[in-house]
C-alpha cells in the first residue's frame, strides 16, 4: 500500500475532523455534562486561574487516586480503554475540538465509567492548572503536526512542554509519545536526546509500533493508509540530574 505524505497525513488529519463536523454527534445532556465534561476558555485561564479547577485528581475527582492525562485526546478511544481497565486511576482527557470530545464522553457515560473527564481546552492556554507532582503518566498521541510554518510552531510538542510535564509528573512517571509524521518525530527524538531529565524505558533510541489495548481513531486511520508509527515510552527523573549529563539509554 503507498503511504500518505506528511502533506496528504495533514489534509487527511483536517478531512477527518471535517467528517466528524459534519456528523451528528449528540451534546451531552446537562446531568452527563456535570458528570464528564469541563470546558475552559483561554481567557478565564489568564484572568481568574484561580477560580478554575486544576489538573489534579482532589479537583477533579474529589480523591487522591493517580491521574492520568491525554492532551490532544480526539474522541478518546485510548483513554475510555484505559480507564475501563483500571478503576483505580483517574484520566483527563484535554482536546480543543468539543465534538470529538463528545464522542468521548457518550463512550464513558455509555460505558458508566466513573474515573474520567474531558476538558475543553487549547492545551497551549492551559499550563497555569497544572500542578506540580499531580500527574502519573501524560499520553501525546499523534499531536498534529501542522502543515504550513506558522502551524509547525505550534506544535504541542516541544522544549515547553518537555519542561511543563517534567514539573507537573510525578518523580518516576510516564511520557508516551506516538506519532506516525516523520517531521515531527525527528524533532521529538532530537528534544529527547538532548534532555537528560526524561530516561527512555527502552535501548532503542526509539519504538516503532504501538500496540496498545485499543487503538485510537488517528491510529486506526493512519495505520489503514500504511503508514510507520513510531513510539517513545519516558520515565520522568526528577533528582540528582544535571542538564549535561550524559545518561545511558535503558539505565
Ligand atoms: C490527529 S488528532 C489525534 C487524536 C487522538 N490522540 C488519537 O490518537 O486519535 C490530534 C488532536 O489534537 C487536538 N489538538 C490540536 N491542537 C490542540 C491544542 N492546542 N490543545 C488541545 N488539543 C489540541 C485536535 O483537536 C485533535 O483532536
Known sequence: MRRS??????????????KLGRRKVAEPD????ERYFLRLSGWDIRNDPDSLPRFTSPSLFGNDHPLEMEVGCGSGEFLCHLAEESPETN????DVH?????????AASGAGLGNIKFV???FRQAHPLLAPDSLAAVYLHFPDPGMKTREKRRRIFDRKFLDEMHVAVV?????SLVTDDEGYFGQMLALIEADTRWRRTHEEPYLVGFEPGVKSRF???WERRGRKVFHFELR???????RAEAVPHGS
Open 219 to 221: 491510529q486506526t486511520l
Open 98 to 106: 468539543l465534538k470529538s470530545l463528545h464522542k468521548g464522553i457518550e
Open 236 to 242: 520522568n527523573r526528577k533528582s540528582g540530574i544535571r
Open 5 to 18: 505524505t506528511p502533506a496528504e497525513s495533514d489534509t487527511l488529519s483536517a478531512m477527518t475532523r471535517r
Open 30 to 33: 446537562a446531568a452527563t455534562a
Open 120 to 122: 475543553g481546552v487549547d
Open 171 to 175: 518523580e518516576g512517571g510516564r511520557m
Open 91 to 94: 484520566f483527563v482527557g484535554l
